[in-house]
């Protein structure tokens, strides 16, 4: 089976740099994902790793590391549209599926 | 708009009542999904449909019944309703079955469903 997990709840302040943690347990390990969603709203696609390293993508980043089953996403430049909850979601090769965490609940305080 | 529509957005209802929630994708995607998402917001994946085919069914009470007429539609029939159905429910769909690469879910907006 697949295990992820991500905090439940973060804090942050307009204009600073917050970073969302997820670790993961997964057997053939392909592809991770992120999701941001809003409340009552649907889950839209934000970025996906599937080498280690860093992908950038204007304010946002998402970082991998495959050895230690562990992603992070970076948002810079808070701004207070940014409150959401961002859902990290793993792919194996043996489900055909996306896995989702529970996803990080993120408030932006002015 | 290219998208995926569900309807409808909001249903509540009693237990015992059967209910269907209906899905429509124009993105011209292979594969449709249904999650559950609690009220602890996480989300599940119910059914997976590739050209009309049924390729996920997740461990799910028999209550619940996929049905893909073509493969730009994905409907979901609830019988017998029960308090723990009460969700929200996403319809998504993906340009192939996930495979390799980036296979990125497009989801509708969701209908909550509310068991009295």
């Known amino acids: 089976g697949q295990n992820i997990d991500q905090p439940t709840e973060m804090t942050a302040t307009e204009g600073a740099i917050v970073q969302i943690n997820c670790t993961y347990q997964t057997s053939g390990f392909n592809g991770l994902f992120w999701y941001q969603q809003h409340a009552g709203e649907a889950p839209t696609f934000l970025s996906y790793?599937?080498?280690?390293g860093l992908e950038e993508k204007g304010r946002f980043s998402s970082f991998l590391s495959r050895s230690k089953g562990y992603s992070y996403l970076l948002l810079k430049e808070l701004q207070m549209k940014d409150s959401a909850s961002y859902l990290c979601?793993?792919?194996?090769?043996?489900?055909?599926?996306?896995?989702f965490g529970s996803g990080t609940q993120l408030t932006v305080l002015p | 708009d290219t998208a995926v529509s569900q309807t409808p957005k909001y249903l509540v209802t009693q237990m015992g009542n059967d209910k269907s929630i209906k899905c429509e994708q124009n993105l011209g995607h292979d594969t449709m999904y249904w999650y559950k998402q609690d009220s602890k917001k996480f989300l599940k994946i119910m059914f997976s449909y590739n050209n009309k085919e049924l390729i996920i069914n997740e461990t799910v009470p028999n209550r619940f019944s996929p049905k893909s007429p073509d493969k730009a539609h994905l409907n979901l029939h609830i019988n017998s309703l029960e308090l723990g159905d009460s969700a929200v429910y996403f319809c998504?769909?993906?340009?192939?079955?996930?495979?390799?690469?980036?296979?990125?879910?497009?989801f509708g907006a969701g209908s909550r469903l509310t068991v009295l």
């Open positions: 979601a793993v792919k194996s090769g043996s489900a055909r599926q996306l896995t």
């Open positions: 790793n599937v080498l280690d």
């Open positions: 998504a769909s993906s340009p192939r079955t996930v495979g390799s690469g980036a296979n990125v879910l497009t």
